[in-house]
């Protein structure tokens, strides 16, 4: 008998052309045995249009398969690139899922199933305990040791050609993807507030700043608490497919202002600290420059991470991201407050006003 007759299909979200690819990658993957049925559930993502489907045999998880939402040229753009930075990553000894099965031309990719508890919710378990951190500062002590390590060995033999999206961040980056983004994603479609006189000056000034600062690691770009599984008590890292090359604090930014869990102002410090040490057994470090700069590349995050929860919110009716906003304005704001942003007047008015509009 063949294996499809020992699959069993959870819901219909499933169209024929990635069941049939499926059940080949699942063939050739050598992952499933003949006579023990097999049970494919959909999942859904976080803010990816990309279809997930997570296959069970025996009670076990098997993979998880992976589908772009349509194929097209870019979505299989983004698939190729999944496909290749993960395949590099893992030859590098970094913590990413596994991979047993590609498809090029539909670019569905079965991936080691690391199960289902996210950083994320690991840390809003134990959120109001006198013990929260004590409990959750191992793994993030394992985080950011790895993350050192992805943005070290991670460059080495690193191909820009597998980027996607764009192979470097840089100033067109910052002033589209991030500063620009707030504008148009949060202050004028989700506030609907005119552009502020002089805000697209600071911007600038903020971009050529940042872009002075050494852009030759790895970069994840969406390095946080979502975007990190706990595996067999082991930290892992997905949603890399838009890796590319970058500058060293824009992760660590990521992770430690997180909205999605409000990390203590005195608990990034410390983080920063243990990251720096594990840098430092990886290349030299001067840590006074290192702090200047990952405050620069914090505010663009910053402003990076409120125009994609507004645009989830407003344009992908994702209503989950909505509420934080606040917390992402609070974190922009109190980062304004630093001295190296004090020349930065028209921003620091504008993340006050849209607070009190949030609040209302």
């Known amino acids: 008998m063949e294996l499809n007759d020992y699959i069993v299909y959870m819901n219909n979200e499933i169209d024929t052309q990635n069941m049939a690819i499926i059940e080949t990658l699942l063939h050739e993957s050598g992952k499933v045995s003949v006579g023990s ?165 600071e911007f600038e000034s903020l971009a050529r700043q940042t872009a002075l600062i050494s852009n030759n690691y790895f970069l994840h770009r969406d390095f946080q608490s979502r975007n990190i599984m706990l595996h067999n008590d082991q930290p892992c890292f997905i949603d890399f497919q838009g890796g590319r090359l970058g500058p060293l604090g824009y992760d660590l930014a990521s992770l430690l202002i997180d909205p999605y869990v409000a990390l203590p102002s005195d608990f990034q410090e410390e983080l920063v600290e243990k990251y720096l040490d594990q840098l430092e057994i990886l290349i030299p470090v001067d840590r006074m420059r290192f702090v200047e700069e990952y405050l620069l590349l914090a505010l663009q995050r910053n402003l990076q991470i409120i125009g994609a929860f507004a645009f989830l919110t407003r344009q992908r009716k994702k209503q989950f991201f909505e509420q934080y906003l606040q917390p992402a304005l609070i974190s922009l704001n109190t980062l304004l407050e630093c001295e190296l942003f004090s020349d930065m007047i028209v921003l620091r008015e504008t993340g006050a006003v849209a607070e009190k509009l949030l609040a209302k």
């Open 37 to 201: 049925e097999l049970m494919i559930s959909r999942l859904t993502g976080d803010g990816s249009s990309r279809k997930f489907w997570r296959i069970m045999q025996a009670g076990r998880r098997v993979c998880l398969a992976v589908a772009p939402p349509v194929v097209d040229e870019l979505n299989l753009s983004e698939a190729k690139s999944a496909r290749a930075i993960g395949l590099h990553l893992l030859q590098h000894g970094v913590g990413v899922p596994k991979q047993y099965g590609w498809d090029e031309e539909s670019g569905v990719i079965l991936f080691e199933d690391l199960g289902d508890k996210k950083l994320h919710e690991y840390v809003l378990e134990h959120q109001g305990s006198d013990d929260c951190l004590d409990t959750i500062r191992p793994y993030y002590l394992q985080v950011v040791k790895g993350l050192a390590t992805m943005q070290v060995k991670g460059v080495k033999d690193f191909d820009n050609k597998w980027c996607w999206d764009t192979p470097l961040y840089d100033i067109r980056t910052m002033l589209e993807r991030e500063s620009g983004y707030f504008l148009r994603a949060f202050w004028q479609d989700y506030l609907g507030e005119k552009e502020p006189s002089g805000l697209q000056e």
